[in-house]
């Protein structure tokens, strides 16, 4: 490993080209960089005051990810393919992606099933007694985005049998049947590598990172959807804030 | 691909591996399958409606994202090796994990830089003046967990340099220093795959998924720390609650 140290820096250079990529990956994705020209590699070694084959190593690795367009000629020009999706506030997708994109949800599976042990609990169904099952690709702008595995609590479910579930966010039907808004759902985020066959499905390579996303929505009172979504780790960011808990400062 | 067609159900055997493979993934991250024997493949066979060779298959899945242990003789255990963060709350990683591991900080840059301009806009920094720029490596029970790069505005991250880093938490450095308690963070989080280089660092195989994170945390109304994390995907989950914006329900 290359090691160049400068002004007291003994990292080698990987560390100093990942300190560059990531200050440069999340300009990108706030859409700074969406207006003027993409620094040149000059600006960047000024910048950062490290040298250009840093900064080469820097492009390199928003390159791999996806986050640089390199045209001959041209020039780089960052690449904005990823869509916010909100952890402050429970929306469907195609809600979320208004004016980013048109949502098509292709429907592989809907139909009842005998609520499986390990659903049951989370969803407060007798194992056994039915359960909506509902498994979709969702696409944007025909671009596969997430592969979404669904169960619906059996009196709301059986209703989305007959919806038009191509075109609605299953939150928006939901809340039509029931005529209430749903109220709030619990999150759990992971990074996860796709397996060889949901790679396939959602368009990337095995082992490419996905946002893996489980969540249980209440509606009433009560949990009646519950999902295990993958989202494509290059076309999805979440974002939101949080809150510092109140209490002692600790001295 | 292997088709096996059960029941009006045309997907192929991995999708229904899949379906299995995620209703139990979420009961193990749930702590669910903690103290019972882990279900058998007759079980899972009888729950879920499916063959033998489906359980297989999804057994490998959760196996291949390590949330398995298969020990000859002893049979399969779950493994819960994710610690929880919390997207609801504001918390520093140790106070995150307590009663779940000691939290050791191998720093490997603590210095004042001049604020590149990829940086200055979201601390509020005139481009040039200095930042701190703090690296640092963080292990849980003696594993690497994360790796963190963080910028703190000068007149508070001056402090930090005569601090114990190592044995203490940014955050609550931050709070001693000030008086005052934090407010509140900004979040965009990503499953990314590891570089090379970072992949070394955290002890993970080269293109293991990560989550990536930045968050800007804010103390008395100005933004003073800017931290870009890459988390081990195999050791974090992220869990919180979104409440649903209130609204017409659109029928």
Redesign the interface.
């Known amino acids: 490993m290359t090691t160049t140290p400068t002004d ?2 003994l ?2 250079r ?2 100093r ?4 990529a ?6 990108i ?2 859409g ?1 960089l969406r207006d003027a020209p993409f ?1 040149s590699e000059a600006d960047i070694v000024a ?3 490290v040298s250009r084959n840093t900064v080469r190593e820097a492009l390199a ?1 928003l390159n ?2 996806g986050l640089l367009r390199r045209v001959p000629g041209v020039g780089t020009t960052p690449v904005e393919a ?1 869509y916010p999706h ?6 469907g997708l195609a809600e979320t992606l208004v004016g980013h994109g048109a949502v098509v949800n292709e429907v ?2 809907a ?1 009842l ?2 609520t ?4 049951a ?2 969803l407060r169904i007798v ?1 056994g007694d039915p359960v909506l ?1 509902l ?1 979709r690709r969702r696409l944007v702008d025909g671009v596969p985005l997430s592969l979404d ?1 669904t169960y619906v609590v059996a009196d709301l479910g059986e209703r989305l049998l007959d919806a038009d579930l191509t075109g609605n966010d299953v939150f ?1 039907l939901l ?2 049947f029931s ?15 796709a ?4 790679a396939a499905t959602l368009g990337v390579a095995p ?6 996303l ?1 969540r249980l929505a209440h509606l009433g009172g009560r949990p009646v959807d519950l999902e ?1 979504i993958r ?1 494509r ?1 290059d076309r ?12 002692e ?3």
Do not use: W
């Open positions: 007291g820096d990292r080698c990987a560390d080209a990942r300190q560059v990531d200050a440069l990956r999340f300009q994705l706030h700074e620094p910048d950062f005051a690795l791999a990810d990823k909100s952890i402050d506030h429970l929306q592989r599976v139909q099933v005998p499986p042990e390990a659903i609990a989370r194992p099952y498994e595995l928006a809340e039509e005529g209430e808004r749903l109220q709030k759902a619990d999150l759990v985020m992971e990074a996860v590598a397996d060889r066959h949901s082992g490419s990172p996905l946002l893996m489980e295990f989202f780790g999805v960011t979440m974002r939101g804030s949080v809150v510092r808990p109140t209490g400062v600790v001295g």
